[in-house]
């Protein structure tokens, strides 16, 4: 229960979804937690709740995770009211399901920002604090669309594989500095983006159901336990794809 107390986490895009359920799952682990939203207070502030009754300290905070400004103003919020972030979990992602040929540069820059630059500008800023104490860990959530190109489109699946490439280069950098960088891709999670999509069902799954954020969460927590993984991608997908 208490392996990860005293330690701050901040999950981005921690309102609802695989988000918040990493919050709780690592709450349930020690952890206070800070609790990232764009646009859902109130969803955010559930999300804190349930954090809350478990007895750790949870703050909601709204940043825009793309933007350089909002992630420098967060960072200083948590560090001033919960303490220096030693668990980072960048979730934050946006998937907007287009034809191929209605594509626009517009399209592709909103998502590379929010799914892979966020997470960039996100570990930058809290980096300084990991490297001072000589222990964090960088969980950072990709898709099995990094590997099969996913039912989004090519937008989005890179945006996914630009997030292994950045992990494996914080945990090769970072790997005599008692930090560790891991991801997760999760495919077809019953979450609202996968059931609202009708186009998506669990019999694409090998395993015959959609996954559960639980299910996410509990890799997310064993990654922020173990010192001795760094640089992996683990693969919660019912066998959709198999590494």
Known sequence: MNTFSGKIALITGA????????????????????????????????????????????????????MASDVGRMIKTIERELGAVGILVNNAG????????????EDWDAIIAVNLKSAFLVTQAVLPGMRAR?????????SGAAQIGGVVGPHYAASKA????????????????????????PSLIETDMVTHDLQVNPT??????????????????????NAYITGQTIYVNGGRYMS
Not at 94 to 105: F, G, M, N, S, T
Not at 134 to 141: F, L, P, S, V
């Open 15 to 66: 309102s609802r979804g695989i988000g918040r359920g990493c919050a709780v799952a690592l709450a349930e682990a020690g952890a206070d937690i800070a609790v990232n939203y764009r646009t859902r207070e109130e969803s955010a502030r559930e999300t804190c709740s349930l954090i809350e009754s478990l007895g750790k300290r949870a703050i909601p905070i709204q940043a825009d995770v793309s």
């Open 94 to 105: 946006v998937a907007k399901r287009q034809p191929l040929d209605e594509i626009r540069e």
């Open 134 to 142: 000589r222990w964090g860990r960088i969980i950072n959530i990709s």
């Open 162 to 185: 630009g997030v292994l490439g950045l992990t494996h280069a914080y945990a090769s950098l970072l790997i005599k500095e008692g930090i560790t960088a891991n991801a997760v891709a």
């Open 204 to 225: 694409m799954v090998p395993l015959g159901r959609f996954g559960t954020v639980e299910e996410v969460a509990d890799v997310v927590v064993t990654l922020a336990r």
